[in-house]
């Protein structure tokens, strides 16, 4: 029997604990993995364990059960919910089937109505994962929902083997709608080297499109076809400033593939075009953005624009195919060896052996051509890596080709230090934007990881993942931990009351000012004080 997850809430430890102890758990095929006294400390648990099963009461302090399931359900779309209340009135009953809970159940609470109720929930639950893994099911789904002209149009439109006079035809042909008037491409990478043994990689990359399909919203319209081996989305919006919103609503899904799919998805959101002639565009920076998963990790949402903002949209992009890709992906994701081994392959692959003085010519001037496109994309001058006003051309022209490798070596580790410390310095300063809007707004209640994005014009989820690696906490715990420092400073010195420290540093509620304390210090600030100033 698969085992479950269940989270119990409720402000009351004598009714966790009676829930607990009423219902045989493990015969049951579930496992309590913890309990929260209120809405809040539930969110924040749901967010770190995902549980499947979340059991809460209505009425509890700093935010109630329906606030709670609300939440859990934009968030967390899979976890089933069970509400249950003292309070036999038909508003909360409507609200709790409006929010599509499972049961809405008052107290005191049955054993054996809970008991078969946890039953259902089982099965259901049972049901769910078998149709994501069931291979006839997925196989048959990839037949009917891959028209294969369909398939064929949007991988031609990324490769670029679409004229432009032919497009409307074949739109037409193929009864394709792309009306934009803005476009992004979205590639979903599967960690196939993290995924579960035993269960087909294909058939979880087909799980995951199944999954992306019904619970992205509609209103981004978007395409979506397979292309080597990965999952491609052609999406559409009115304005190119939401491709901050559509990288956030990525990260969300990319945790619930995890949780629902088992699979390790990293979404690469490519550049903003307004051409459906420029989604190869589009594509290759959502390729490229993938790559950056080695920094930024794996199973989260990256938006090229957000991490490589020099390199916009209207450049030409260096291609997969270029003979120099390697070497250039090696500079800002790798370390020197990695460099020199790229810089050896690319000269023994295309170095021209025994050249004619012509062909030695024509790969100098490919060679030097790229490196400018290089440093130019990456809004890198010349003068940052190379003399001013020096010659390349004619300098080079008089170096054998040992010595033009050696050169070439020295060019691209000198380009890798100054791409890896302007993206230092951009990331401290981004950080240090964020530090600097706290030490302001602080007392703001309405300051929360949604409004700081919206100052800085990020989406959440690069904002979440810089954040804590260069300051070793979440936003939340920071904002928290300051907020605390200046309420103890406000509690010592100013002698003020706790509502009147509780609002100065942002908190509506004085009570949960006072939980927040606790949890923080080990106790009140009453206590806090005497301990002190004893």
């Known amino acids: 029997m698969k085992n479950y997850s269940v989270l119990l809430v409720d402000d009351e430890e004598n009714v966790i604990q009676s829930i ?74 409507k609200e709790a089937i409006r929010l599509e809970a499972e049961e809405y159940i008052l107290k005191p609470i049955d054993a054996g109505e809970l008991t078969e109720l946890f039953k259902r929930i089982h099965a259901a639950l049972d049901q769910e994962f078998d149709e994501k893994q069931n291979i006839n099911m997925l196989k048959n789904y990839y037949l009917e929902s891959l028209p294969i002209l369909q398939e064929n149009f949007y991988t031609s439109l990324i490769e670029g083997n679409i004229r432009e006079s032919d497009v409307n035809k074949e739109m037409m042909d193929y009864q394709v709608s792309l009306d934009g008037p803005y476009y992004a491409v979205v590639l979903l990478h599967n960690s196939i080297c993290l995924a579960p043994e035993g269960i087909n990689p294909l058939l979880i990359t087909m799980s995951v499109r199944k999954l992306w399909e019904e619970r992205l919203d509609s209103g981004w319209n978007t395409r979506y076809f397979n292309y080597l081996g990965n999952i491609v989305l052609i999406v559409q919006m009115s304005d190119p400033a939401r491709s901050v919103q559509l990288t956030d609503a990525c990260e969300v899904l990319c945790r619930l593939s995890k949780h629902v799919s088992n699979a390790v998805i990293t979404a690469g959101v490519g550049h903003v075009v307004d051409s459906i002639m420029d989604l190869g565009k589009s594509y290759d920076s959502a390729r490229e953005a993938i790559d950056y998963r080695v920094i930024y990790g794996r199973g989260k949402a990256i938006n090229i624009a957000e991490i490589a903002p020099g390199e916009n949209a209207g450049r030409s992009y260096v291609s997969h195919d270029d003979a120099m890709y390697n070497v250039f992906k090696a500079i800002k994701m790798d370390g020197p060896e990695e460099v020199k ?34 440093l130019d994309q990456n809004q890198i001058g010349m003068d940052r890596i190379f003399e001013k006003e020096q010659d390349l051309y004619r300098e080079l022209q008089q170096k054998d080709m040992q010595e033009l490798k050696r050169w070439m070596l020295d060019a691209t580790l000198r380009i890798q230090e100054h791409v890896k410390s302007s993206r230092s310095d951009s990331t401290r300063s981004f950080v240090s934007k964020a530090i600097d809007y706290v030490h302001e707004h602080y007392g703001s209640q309405d300051l929360n990881v949604e409004s700081i994005c919206a100052y800085l014009g990020v989406s959440a989820a690069y904002f979440s993942t810089v954040f804590k690696r260069e300051t070793g906490k979440t936003f939340i715990n920071f904002l928290t931990d300051y907020r605390m420092e200046k309420a103890v400073r406000m509690l010592l010195e100013e002698n003020e009351k706790t509502y009147v420290i509780a609002e100065a540093v942002g908190y509506s509620d004085p009570n949960y000012f006072s939980y927040a304390f606790k949890k923080k210090f080990g106790m009140s600030p009453s206590k806090y004080k005497a301990q002190q100033n004893g």
């Open 341 to 374: 081994r790229e810089v050896e392959a690319y000269f023994s692959k295309n170095a021209p052996e025994n050249p004619m003085i012509q062909e030695y010519h024509f790969f100098l001037m490919d060679m030097i051509s790229e490196l400018h496109r290089f």
């Open 20 to 93: 607990i102890r009423t219902i045989a758990w493990e015969e049951l095929g579930f496992t309590v993995q913890g309990y929260a006294h209120n809405g809040v400390e539930a969110l924040e648990m749901a967010e770190e364990t995902q549980p499947d099963v979340v059991m809460t009461d209505i009425k509890m302090p700093y935010m109630d059960g329906l606030a709670l399931s609300r939440r859990l359900k934009e968030e967390f779309p899979a976890i089933k919910i069970i509400i249950f209340s003292g309070f036999d009135e038909f508003e909360y009953a």
